[in-house]
């Protein structure tokens, strides 16, 4: 019987990752290039479209060829992405500006204004928050600062939309990626006009909305080359990180969430048609025609930790530096740490939001300050998981994927405050699994989203302490307070 093969490429902030897949969800080889960054003025992060693209055909190369597969077993590839990156292209297909990715804040002053206007009904429409991640909130200060590429420009595109366009010469997005706009309306699966009117954009000047199935064919042959693959492999356009994340791991029943936590971190859930939260807590992107995906994304993941690492001069690995907390008591002993280093998205949307520590005493070391904001940032969670709640029920099972999955203290701590079973995935590349998957679904080689249960390698479920859960849920009402009380003063 011939070997068969299918890869999943997630084009993430932080890095491009290739990973190769056997048909039951083993990772057989992965690849990782790192992206860069630039901060050329204070809240401003931008990233080289062109240098992404490149990481993304030396991935796959790299990939195939640490696999040890033949052209042909290689059957097909499945796109995953990162959400809210904008870039202004000219009718070449050539970038006139860097991509400004989610964590660029630089229109702030435009969410403000939107949401002291408009913003309910731009958010009852499109399930996006007002924020400055989102690219409809980026070209409303293109437009208003007279930004030299906005007005040049004859598309606008993600790097997701650069990519294709460089591969297939196609201008196609996917349900997910362009409900992350903030440009669209997930119940008509359509632009909404009279956004694209206030951002001074043509429907034209936009790709093609297209199911995550779709399939793409005809790459470039010298692109084809490069990469090692047959010309005639057929690619799948796939859909965002969130949602492949949560495919790529299992949640995708009712009752069933993905936790996400890397650099930043997100709480999701799949759910049939368009769910939209009154307190615009959560946004509600589109994944299939008939399906969405709720929850909210942090800002404040890893990060918060690493953070916390340098300022500490901390020259352990990273590993080291989180076993210190496992000395302290959950508590941490009264210190209280709101985790908005880095601003915040959900459950907030307040780019200005501020980190705090509550409760320091003299008594208080460097590994309480360690428990303290690993606290935090699943509290963070556990405080969108309850406005999902209000939206789909009490979660039966979470699923976690990402960088701090592989701490076994975190793993607890998630089980303990959530009051839950916690289910890891022995891959952490879920999201590229998710996409993997949904190009078996495009090409007909599986049947539907729903069989991948029966093909996600799972390690055994960590089990909630009802003594810790008892504490931290008295320490989460103190953190609740604490929000709401210094919420004013951001």
Known sequence: MPREFVMGLDIGTTSVKACVFDLSGHIVAEVEKMNTFHYPQTGWVEQDPKEIERSAVQAIREAIRQAGIEKHELI????????????????????????????????????????????????????????????????????????????????????????????????????????????????????????????????????????????????????????????????????????????????ILPGEVAVSVGTSGAIRQITKGVTINEKHETFCYSFTADSSIIGGPT??????????????????????????????????EGIVFLPYINGERAPLWNQRAKGNFYGVTLTHKKEHFIRAVLEGITFNLYQIGK????????????????????????????????????????????????AAWTALVGINKVHSFEEIKGNIPLGQAVLPNKESSVIYQKVYEQYAQLVKDLSKYF
């Open 76 to 251: 097909s590839l499945g796109f995953s992405s990162a959400m809210h990156s904008l870039i202004c292209i000219n009718e070449d297909g050539e970038p006139l500006s860097p991509a400004l990715i989610w964590a660029d804040g630089r229109s702030h002053h435009q969410a403000e204004q939107i949401l002291e206007t408009i913003g309910g009904s731009v958010y009852s429409k499109t399930g996006t928050p007002i924020h400055p991640m989102t690219p409809f909130i980026k070209l409303l200060w293109m437009k208003e600062t007279e930004y030299e590429p906005y007005h040049k420009a004859a598309y606008f595109m993600s790097i997701k939309e650069y990519v294709l366009q460089r591969w297939f010469n196609k201008r196609l997005i996917d349900y997910s990626m362009a409900s992350a706009t903030g440009l669209f309306n997930p119940s008509t699966l359509e632009w909404e006009q009279e956004l694209l009117e206030l951002s001074g954009v043509r429907k034209e000047q936009l790709s093609e909305i297209v199911p995550p199935t779709r399939i793409l064919t005809n790459i470039h042959p010298e692109i084809a080359n490069e990469m090692g693959i047959d010309e005639a492999m057929p690619f799948v356009i796939g859909a965002a990180d969130g949602q492949l994340a949560n495919l790529g791991i299992g949640a």
């Open 299 to 332: 800002n404040n993941g890893g990060i918060a930790l690493q953070w916390l690492k340098d300022l500490l001069n901390d020259e352990g690995s990273f590993e080291e530096f989180l076993k210190e907390a496992e000395r302290v008591a959950p508590g941490a």
């Open 387 to 434: 406005a999902l709640e209000r939206l789909a029920g009490s979660p039966k099972r979470i699923y976690v994927n990402g960088g701090l999955a592989r701490s076994g203290l975190w793993l607890q701590m998630m089980a303990d405050i959530f009051e839950a079973e916690i289910y890891v995935s022995e891959s952490h590349h879920s999201a590229a699994w998710g």
